[in-house]
C-alpha cells in the first residue's frame, strides 16, 4: 500500500528527497570515477572546475553576442570593435543560419552558468570557510569575456554616452534629451525612447559621466568602453565590501560573496550591459558594510553618495541612521543620527549637485522609467490586462489612465509593506528590511528592468534567513530571461533549417541541461545521507 504524506510540508520534502535521489543516481550513472561520498573531498583545490565550466559558459554567450546579426545588442555600425555591421559583412548579417547559432550559443551559455553557480552557491551555503581569494579571482575569470564584448541586452549606456557629451557642453541632461546634440556619433545609437526624455540620474554619476567623456577625447566608442570599465571596478568594489558585510553580520564571507558577486545577473546585466546602477549598488553595500561593522559616518557618507547616483539608494541612509544606536533603542535617542544622516546626505548632495552645476532638475524626473510600458511590471502588467479586457467588453477606455490608477496602488502597497518592514526592523534586522523594501519597491513599481532587482538581491544575500534563500534564487534564475530576445526567431528559424542545423543546435541545448558537472557538484549535499532533508536545504 502506498503511504501519501500527510501535510503539504512534508509533501514538499519527499519531493524535494527524491529529486535529489534521482540527481544522485544520474550523476553516478554518467561519472566515470563511480561512487561519490561527501568525506573523499578535501581542500577546496576543485574550485577550478567550476571557475572553468563559468569561463566557458561566459565565452559562449560573448561569442554568441558577436555575430552580426545577434538580437542581444544594437546592430548599428561604429558601436563597438566587432559583431557590427560593416559594408562588407551586409549579406552575413542577414545570415539566418549566424541568427540561429547566435541564439543558441546565448542561451545554453545562460543556462550553463546558472547551473555552475547554483551548484557552487549550495557548496557555500553547506560548507563554509572558502578561501576567498580564490573565490575573487573566479569572479575576475568570469567577468573578463565580458569586458571585451559588445554592450548586452540593453542600449542604456549609449544614453548614458550621450548625457556625458551634454554634461562636457553645459547642456542640461536634466532638461534636454540626448537629441538636442544633433546628428552624430553620440546621438545614432541612442534609443529614440529616450532621445528626448531628461535624465533621472544624479549629480555625481553626471559629473563622473561627463569626465569619462573629456578623457575619451569626446571619443563615443572610447566613451562606452570607459563606461563599461567604470561599472566593472564598482562591482569589484562591491565584492571588496562583501566579506566586510558577511563578517559583519556573523555570515560566511564565502556564500555570500558567491551570492551577490558572482550572480549572473549582477555580472550580466551590470557589467554586460554597463548600467550605472552597478555604480549606485556597490556605493550602496559599502556604505551598509561599514555600518554594519560600526563605523555608521563612513556608511552615510557611502549610501549618500550612492544617492546621488540613483535615487532608491536614499532608503540606505534612512536605515543606517536609524539603527545607529543598535536595536531596541528608543526614539529619543535616534533622533540624533537621523538629524547627522540628513546633514552628511545634505552635504554630498549639495556639493555633487554644485560640482555639476545642473540644479536639482533629477528629481522631478524620477518618473522617467516609467515611460517604459511591459508586461513583466505586475502593475503596470495589470493596467494593460484591465484594459484589453474592458476593450473586449466594448468600452472605449484609454490605457494611460488605468496605467496611473494600477500603477499609483502598486507604489502603495509597496510603500505600506516598506514601512511595515521598518517598524519592524530590530526584530527582522535592519540589512534584510532594506533589502526586501529595495525589492517590494522593484516589483511593484512601473517598470521591473533586471538590473533593478540587483538593489536588494545584494543585500539579502548577506541577510536572508529560510526560505528567502530559495526565492532569491528564483529570481537570480528567471531574472536573466526577462525581456531577453531571439527564444522567437530561434524557434522560427528552426522551422526552416536544415537537418544538420536542426540536429547541432539541439545537441548543444540539450548539452547543457544534461551535461555532468562533475563530482565536485556532490559536495554540496548534507553529509548524512539518511536524513530527512530540511525545508531550508533547498
Known amino acids: 500500500m502506498v503511504e501519501f504524506p500527510r501535510s503539504p510540508r512534508r509533501a514538499y520534502v ?5 529529486l535529489e535521489r534521482g540527481i544522485a543516481a544520474l550523476d553516478r550513472r554518467y561519472t566515470p570515477l563511480g561512487r561519490f561520498t561527501p568525506g573523499d573531498f578535501t581542500g577546496w ?44 559583412n551586409v549579406i552575413l548579417s542577414n545570415n539566418e543560419t549566424t541568427m540561429i547559432y547566435s541564439v543558441t550559443l546565448v542561451f545554453g551559455g545562460l543556462v550553463l552558468l546558472l547551473r555552475v553557480w547554483l551548484r557552487l552557491v549550495e557548496i557555500m551555503k553547506h560548507h563554509g570557510g572558502a578561501p576567498f581569494q580564490k573565490l575573487y579571482w573566479i569572479f575576475l575569470l568570469w567577468c573578463a569575456p565580458l569586458l ?35 546628428s552624430g556619433p553620440y546621438v545614432n545609437p541612442v534609443d529614440s525612447l529616450w532621445g528626448n526624455t531628461p535624465a533621472p540620474y544624479g549629480p555625481l554619476f553626471l559629473s563622473i559621466d561627463g569626465f569619462l567623456v573629456k578623457l575619451a577625447h569626446h ?33 560566511d564571507p564565502g556564500e555570500v560573496f558567491t551570492l551577490a558577486a558572482m550572480n549572473p545577473l549582477v555580472l550580466l546585466t551590470l557589467i554586460g550591459g554597463a548600467h550605472n546602477d552597478a555604480l549606485m549598488t556597490a556605493l550602496l553595500v559599502t556604505g551598509v558594510a561599514f555600518a554594519a561593522a560600526k563605523r555608521p559616518m563612513w556608511g552615510l557618507f557611502f549610501c549618500a553618495c550612492a544617492t546621488a547616483i540613483k535615487a532608491p539608494a536614499a532608503l540606505g541612509i534612512v536605515y543606517v541612521a536609524w539603527s545607529w544606536r543598535g536595536a531596541g533603542v528608543p526614539l529619543r535617542r535616534r533622533i540624533t543620527p537621523l538629524m547627522v544622516g540628513a546633514t552628511m546626505s545634505a552635504a554630498v548632495l549639495g556639493v555633487t549637485t554644485l560640482t555639476a552645476g545642473f540644479g536639482l532638475g533629477w528629481v522631478k524626473n524620477l518618473s522617467t522609467p516609467g515611460t517604459v510600458r511591459s508586461w513583466s511590471a505586475p502593475a503596470t502588467g495589470t493596467g494593460m490586462a484591465i484594459t484589453g479586457l474592458l476593450h473586449t467588453m466594448g468600452f472605449a477606455v484609454k490605457l494611460s489612465p488605468i496605467l496611473s490608477i494600477t500603477r499609483a496602488l502598486g507604489l502603495a502597497t509597496a510603500l505600506g509593506f516598506a514601512m511595515w518592514l521598518f517598524a519592524r526592523a530590530d526584530q527582522r534586522g535592519w540589512i534584510r528590511s532594506l533589502a526586501i523594501s529595495l525589492l517590494v519597491f522593484v516589483i511593484l513599481g512601473p517598470v521591473v528592468q533586471p538590473w533593478y532587482l540587483t538593489w536588494g538581491l545584494v543585500l539579502l544575500a ?22 531577453l530576445p531571439g527564444g522567437r526567431q530561434l524557434l522560427a528559424g528552426l522551422v526552416h533549417a536544415n537537418l544538420f542545423e536542426m540536429v547541432s543546435v539541439t545537441a548543444i541545448l540539450a548539452g547543457v541541461f544534461l551535461v555532468p558537472l562533475g563530482h565536485w557538484t556532490q559536495w554540496s549535499w548534507p553529509l548524512d545521507s539518511k536524513r530527512e532533508p530540511a525545508l531550508d536545504d533547498y
Not at 14 to 18: H, K, M, R
Not at 219 to 246: D, H, K, S, Y
Open 14 to 18: 519527499a519531493a524535494a528527497s527524491a
Open 219 to 251: 571619443n563615443q566608442l572610447a566613451t562606452v568602453v570607459l563606461l563599461r570599465l567604470l561599472e566593472f571596478m564598482a562591482i569589484a568594489l562591491m565584492g571588496w565590501a562583501l566579506p566586510m558585510l558577511a563578517r559583519a553580520v556573523g555570515r
Open 148 to 182: 571585451v564584448a559588445p554592450p548586452l541586452f540593453s542600449r542604456d549606456v549609449f544614453s548614458y554616452a550621450a548625457q556625458g557629451e551634454m554634461t562636457s557642453h553645459h547642456l542640461s541632461p536634466y532638461v534636454l534629451g540626448p537629441f538636442s546634440l544633433g
Open 45 to 88: 583545490n576543485f574550485l577550478w572546475k567550476p571557475a572553468l565550466w563559468g569561463f566557458l559558459a561566459m565565452v559562449s554567450i560573448v561569442a554568441g553576442c558577436s555575430f552580426s546579426n545577434a538580437p542581444f545588442k544594437l546592430e548599428m555600425a561604429k558601436t563597438w570593435f566587432f559583431g557590427v555591421p560593416t559594408q562588407t
Open 462 to 483: 548577506a541577510s536572508y534567513v529560510g526560505r528567502e534563500h530559495f526565492w532569491m534564487l528564483l529570481l537570480s534564475i528567471i531574472a536573466p530571461f526577462i525581456g
